[in-house]
Nanobody
Framework: QVQLVESGGGLVQAGGSLRLSCAAS????????MGWYRQAPGKQRELVARITSGGSTYYVDSVKGRFTISRDNAKNTVYLQMNSLKPEDTAVYYCNADMRGWGSNSFRNYWGQGTQVTVSP
């Protein structure tokens, strides 16, 4: 079974940095879109950043200039470099990807388990 495994979350002070990683594993034949979502207490889950297989990126306005999404297609891994962190960035961050397993002709959407990012003032 294919899955997404996240790492890099933690507690940092405002102005600090974190780098999240999400590696896809299993019998994967292809990965299309990969991205990061977050859900803060009392708020809806939102798309933070997304990257296509060709490297085109999207960022929600609140993180532009501070966060950078990238991917290593050879390692089936997506990263989120988070700089100049603010308390309002505190949330559970979820990795998301459209992937196709060997023997399948269709892409399916997968979620990571979520990792807590806490930014203290």
């Amino acid at each position: 079974q294919v899955q997404l495994v996240e790492s890099g979350g933690g507690l940092v002070q405002a102005g600090g940095s974190l780098r999240l990683s999400c590696a896809a594993s299993g019998s994967i034949s292809s990965i299309n879109l990969m991205g990061w979502y977050r859900q803060a207490p009392g708020k809806q889950r939102e798309l933070v950043a997304r990257i296509t297989s060709g490297g085109s990126t999207y960022y929600v306005d609140s993180v532009k200039g501070r966060f950078t999404i990238s991917r290593d297609n050879a390692k089936n891994t997506v990263y989120l470099q988070m700089n100049s962190l603010k308390p309002e960035d505190t949330a559970v961050y979820y990795c998301n990807a459209d992937m196709r397993g060997w023997g399948s002709n269709s892409f399916r959407n997968y979620w990571g388990q979520g990792t807590q990012v806490t930014v203290s003032p």
